[in-house]
């Protein structure tokens, strides 16, 4: 099933929802990374999350997640384009551990402290806005939903899943996202807010109907306008020169011994997982304060 997110609007304008499937760039990205099966989940329910905010971007804007915690993964990223781009990695993507009451144990794998930041990158050259909130309850979808009411003032929803094959590969991913605007009465986002507690499984909803379907049964009959649909995608925007620009963060020293020891330097790639290698003629002049040829 292609990878898409549905962005609708309640008759009213008051409720905003968006509902996504993701399984096609959530199995790319696992297979890049060399994910665990609970890093799997992990990284299947971070790239809902990440389509879901990048379908309310516009033009040229970026938006990051980054979930960390003291749990053997250390991290897992995710960043969107207002285009429908994704990509996602993991601290230590191989880092397991054992299910918790019969399910996924994401919250022990990230770790009961730690911090949600967002990074929102206008594209116009700005600085990115960034905010930060402690991780409440270490589940991808809560947790976001913390982050939205706490630090953008806007009540929101968030539900996030993924599924596994008997292989081991995402089989099934996606979420939804409903937002409560301005205007909205307070029994309208009530009603939806109760649809969410009593839907299916959100694999097989998807599965079955895709989120178009997830985004009928959340209005559950309101009326409801579609405002856009996009597909979503796996794309690193990784490259030889912004690899080559980013070796000025090791320092003159550590360049010139990793030369001597090795002759080149390699940069690899952390959501792509692509290395790229550079002789010493090719870091001269990296950057205005570079030259270590």
């Known amino acids: 099933m292609e990878d898409r997110f549905i962005r609708c609007l309640s008759g009213s304008g008051g409720v905003r929802i968006v509902g996504c499937t993701a399984a096609v760039a959530a199995r790319e990205i696992c297979t890049l990374q060399n994910a665990s ?88 050259g700005a600085e990115p806005y960034r905010g930060m909130v402690q991780l409440c309850s270490s589940e991808i979808g809560d947790d976001l939903a913390g982050y939205l009411a706490e630090s953008e003032q806007t009540p929101s929803a968030v539900g996030v899943g993924a599924r596994l094959d008997s ?73 030889r020169e912004k690899s080559r620009e980013a070796l000025h963060i090791l320092g003159e020293d550590e360049l010139k011994d990793i030369l001597l020891k090795n002759g080149a330097v390699e940069v690899k790639c952390e959501f792509c997982r692509k290395t790229y290698a550079f002789a010493s003629d090719e870091i001269s002049g990296a950057s205005g304060k570079m030259s270590y040829s």
């Open 37 to 124: 099966m609970t890093v799997g989940i992990a990284i299947g329910r971070a790239v809902a999350a990440g389509a879901l905010m990048g379908a309310l971007l516009k033009g040229e804007e970026r938006i990051a997640l980054k979930f960390e915690g003291n749990g053997p993964v250390g991290k897992i990223i995710v960043e969107a384009d207002g285009d429908g781009a994704v990509r996602a990695s993991a601290g230590n993507p191989e880092a397991e551990m054992e299910p918790a009451d019969g399910r996924w144990d994401v919250p022990g794998l990230l770790g009961r402290a730690g911090f949600l930041t967002v990074s929102r990158d206008p594209g116009t």
């Open 167 to 239: 292989s081991g590969r995402i089989s099934g991913c996606g979420g939804f996202l409903v937002q409560r605007l301005p205007g909205c009465s307070g029994q309208e986002m009530e009603a939806v807010a109760e649809n969410t507690k009593s839907l299916p499984p959100l694999v097989e909803l998807l599965r079955e109907g895709g989120p178009e379907m997830l985004v009928e049964r959340l209005f559950d009959g309101h009326a409801f306008n579609i405002l856009e649909k996009r597909e979503i995608l796996f794309r690193c925007g990784c490259n």
